[in-house]
Each structure stands twice: as structure tokens, then as C-alpha cells.
């Protein structure tokens, strides 16, 4: 298979694009793919990491005020459209796999007008502009959330199949999980509050927390913080102006960064969170209780849309970010702990909303796409 995948930005789009590659090359290694993204997103770092090639084109999202900034930016997405026709025109793709991000935009346009299949991956529960824009021309729309079908109205092909992350369900004996537990410093006998805010972390959260730290609320729980890295000195600091060691602090475990993290998912009680189409896929498939704090200010206000998901089902709590105090989310972390009965519903709830074998079944749908229009 040939096949150009197109995500940029943010991990969200740019890992279930390489996860979508991964199984490509699995099911089929003698296979060619390479991304198209932009200059300044993630995809720099994450895609040549995983071995593949990166083109690079300048897209950006569109925006109906008038002004010049926004008519250059229009000029160079139109560019960046004929662009992304030389690529494709080049290496001859068998399928375009539009994974997210302002990306899709030219690049979709460009593979429709070569008359090149595109399968579009949303991973959000309410669909971006791009894929709102571009699901006419998708041969396949694969939605991660059986919430975004209803948001793609006027869309044929639309197929439920969730978003592929790394982080797996695993059920460690009494001997591994004591050695994770060792390891984090932390007890057997008290519940574990995974708290983190994303790979950069999240002020707001961590503002919350430090405020839990400091009056000591955690005394019935235990706490493990990924502050992200930019954040960590800043609140060691913090905390050391409260005469506070970051480093010797009951019922916690603070970290830049948690480097085991589908271990200390799995051994954790609660999930305190942004709301993320990633996260909410692998707390999901973890069964889970969480308290969902979704990021603002963000397109279409996705995060909130998929924080919904687990809460409409009763496996999730929603704090939004402009509410976020030391007391709220100290009382629902209580609230759940405190009700073991509660916990293990959340737990069922969360699973519920779990989708398996998904990259599998995404390679599949691909294959069905390409076979279909070799028929033609």
C-alpha cells in the first residue's frame, strides 16, 4: 500500500496517524507512507521519531473576519493546496488518510482533485471545521465517537471505530503491582488520584492542586501529579515558599513527567484530567472514574464535547476550568472514593464507552476503500 497520511498539530492528531501507519506497515511492510504536516506543529518531532517521512506545506485554519492577516493566510493555504497536489502527483498514493488538524484542508482538496481515495479520521465527539468542510469529499468518514455521527448530518460512509492509542487495559498481580508502587513511593492502602493536565501541563489544574497540597486534603487518598515539564520548577518553587518540599510530601508523588504511564493508569483509582479525544479514548478502555476538567478556549469546544461522553453515561465527572477550585475537585475526589459501590459503576460506565480491535478494523475499512475504487 501507498499511502499518505495527513495530521499536524497536536499528539492528537498526529499519533492516531502514526498508530494508522504502524499497522500499515504490520499488516503490509512492504508498504510506502509518508506524512504531510506543517512547519510548526509536533509533527516534526513525533513523525520522523517513528521512522517516517515529513513534507511540509503551510495550512492554516480560516476564519471568517475580514482582515489581512486572514487573507494571507488564505493565500497560503491556496498554495499550500497545489503544493500538496505536487506531492501527491509524485509519489502516487493509493489512499490519503486525513488524521486531523488544518492540514486535511489542502491536502484532501488536492487528492480529490487527482481522484485519490481519502479516508478521514475524527477523533473528537464533535467534529472539527476541516472534517465538517471536507466529509463530502471523504470516501470514509471513521468517527471515534458514535456522538460525532449526528454532527455529520449531510455525510454518507460514516463508520464508529474509535481512536488508536498505545495505553491497554493489564492486570498486574499482587508482586508487580507492589514493585510499581514501591517504585512511585507510594502505599497499598489508599486510593490513587492520577492527576495531569497533558504533556505540557495544565496551570489550572495545577493550581487546584497545590491548593489540596496545602491544606493537606489528601489524607484519604494519594495523589501522583504530572505538572508537565515547563511547570515543574515553577510550583517546586511555589511550594518551597510555603515551606513545602516537593519531593517529601505525604500521600504524594509530584513528577515533570510520568514515563511509565500505562502503568500508573492501570494501578490508579480515579483519573483527574483535561479531556482530550486521546484521553478520554484510553480512560475509556482502562474503565476508569475520572474528573474531567476540559481545556477552554479551544475549536468548537471539542474537549467539552468529549468530556459529555463519559459523563452523559455516568463515568465521569466534568469540572469546567473557570470553576476549578482546591474545594471542588478535593469533594468529588472524596465524593468517589468514599462510595466504593459509585466507583465500580464509573468503572462500567467508563468501559462501556471502550472500543476494541481499533487500528485493525481501521486498516481494514482502508483496505475496503482502496479495493472498492480498484474496482471502478
Known amino acids: 500500500m501507498r499511502a499518505i497520511i495527513a495530521a499536524a498539530g497536536t499528539a492528537g492528531h498526529i499519533n492516531p496517524g502514526i498508530a494508522i501507519a504502524n499497522k500499515i ?31 511540509t506545506i503551510e495550512a492554516y485554519g480560516l476564519s471568517k473576519e475580514i482582515s489581512i492577516q486572514n487573507f494571507k493566510k488564505i493565500c497560503k493555504t491556496l498554495k499550500a493546496t497545489k503544493k500538496a497536489k505536487k506531492i501527491i502527483n509524485e509519489f502516487k498514493p493509493d489512499i490519503v488518510i486525513g488524521a ?7 491536502v484532501v482538496w488536492a487528492a480529490k482533485k487527482e481522484n485519490v481515495p481519502v479516508v478521514l479520521h475524527e477523533s473528537n465527539a464533535f467534529p472539527g471545521k476541516a472534517t465538517k468542510f471536507l466529509s463530502k469529499k471523504a470516501d470514509k468518514i471513521l468517527i471515534a465517537f458514535e456522538e460525532a455521527r449526528s454532527r455529520l448530518p449531510k455525510s454518507n460512509n460514516i463508520v ?12 498486574y498481580n499482587e508482586q508487580q503491582k507492589s514493585q510499581i508502587l514501591k517504585t512511585m513511593q507510594l502505599q497499598e ?29 489528601n489524607l484519604n487518598y494519594q ?28 500521600n504524594a508523588k509530584i513528577l ?9 493508569m492501570n494501578i490508579s483509582n480515579i483519573i483527574v484530567a483535561r479531556s482530550g479525544a486521546m484521553t478520554i479514548t484510553e480512560i475509556s478502555n482502562l474503565g476508569k472514574p475520572s474528573i474531567l476538567i476540559p481545556l477552554p478556549n479551544v475549536s468548537q469546544n471539542h474537549q467539552l464535547y468529549n468530556a459529555k461522553v463519559l459523563e452523559n453515561v455516568g463515568a465521569a465527572k466534568i469540572i469546567l476550568n473557570n470553576e476549578l477550585t482546591k474545594d471542588n475537585l478535593n469533594s468529588e475526589i472524596e465524593k468517589i472514593i468514599s462510595n466504593p459501590e459509585q466507583m465500580k459503576k464509573m468503572e462500567e460506565k467508563a468501559l462501556s464507552k471502550s472500543v476494541k480491535e481499533v487500528q485493525e478494523n481501521i486498516y481494514k475499512e482502508i483496505s475496503k476503500v482502496i479495493k472498492d475504487v480498484r474496482k471502478l
Open 223 to 250: 495523589i501522583v501529579w504530572a505538572t508537565g515539564p515547563k511547570q515543574f520548577d515553577i510550583i517546586k518553587d511555589e511550594l518551597k515558599s510555603k515551606n513545602i518540599d516537593i519531593n517529601n510530601i505525604k
Open 256 to 264: 515533570p513527567y510520568i514515563y511509565n504511564m500505562e502503568e500508573i
Open 25 to 55: 506497515k504490520e499488516k503490509e511492510p512492504n508498504s510506502e507512507i509518508i506524512f504531510i504536516g506543517t512547519t510548526r506543529g509536533l509533527e516534526n518531532d513525533l513523525v520522523p521519531r517513528e521512522g517516517y517521512q515529513l513534507k
Open 100 to 106: 486531523g488538524g488544518y492540514i486535511c484542508g489542502p
Open 189 to 217: 492502602n489508599l486510593p490513587i488520584v492520577l492527576i495531569f493536565g497533558g504533556s505540557q501541563g495544565a496551570q489550572k489544574i495545577n493550581e487546584a492542586v497545590v491548593g489540596i497540597l496545602e491544606n493537606k486534603f
Open 160 to 171: 464508529h471505530i474509535g481512536t488508536p492509542v498505545k495505553i491497554e487495559k493489564k492486570e
